[in-house]
């Protein structure tokens, strides 16, 4: 499975982008996909996910309320809006995709077998 992120950017606090990830494969109900993000000196972290089997999502406490994951089943592509963003978002986004992963640990990033290249989000004060 290949996974192609896109739509990262530069914008100022306050602004939006909204990310594409694209799979290579037709996204099954087994899969869940998710956003994790790294910004420079930080571990990776997680951001949201999506469960394609039920439709449920999941975020981190600090983009909840401001970010929206979904899916767009014929594109085979996941998407999250980014409202509001701050400038502590700035980070490089990747996504995650994993056709076995339980849901206890869909916050983990160890336990994601596939993952895309990222895209750089920059928030300017």
């Known amino acids: 499975v290949q996974l192609q992120a896109s739509g990262g950017g530069l914008v100022q606090a306050g602004g939006s982008l909204r990310l594409s990830c694209t799979a290579s494969?037709?996204?099954?109900?087994?899969?869940?996909m998710g956003w994790f993000r790294q910004a420079p000196g930080k571990e990776r972290e997680f951001v949201a996910a999506y469960n394609w089997n039920s439709g449920g999502t999941y975020y981190a406490n600090s983009v909840k309320g401001r970010f929206t994951i979904s899916r767009d089943n014929a594109k085979n592509t996941l998407l999250m809006q980014m409202n509001n963003l701050k400038p502590e978002d700035t980070a490089v986004y990747y996504c995650?995709?994993?056709?076995?992963?339980?849901?206890?640990?869909?916050?983990?990033?160890?336990?994601?077998?596939?993952w895309g290249r990222g895209t750089l989000v920059t928030v300017s004060s």
């Open positions: 995650a995709a994993d056709s076995r992963l339980i849901l206890s640990s869909i916050r983990n990033g160890h336990e994601y077998d596939y």
């Open positions: 494969v037709r996204t099954s109900s087994r899969f869940i």
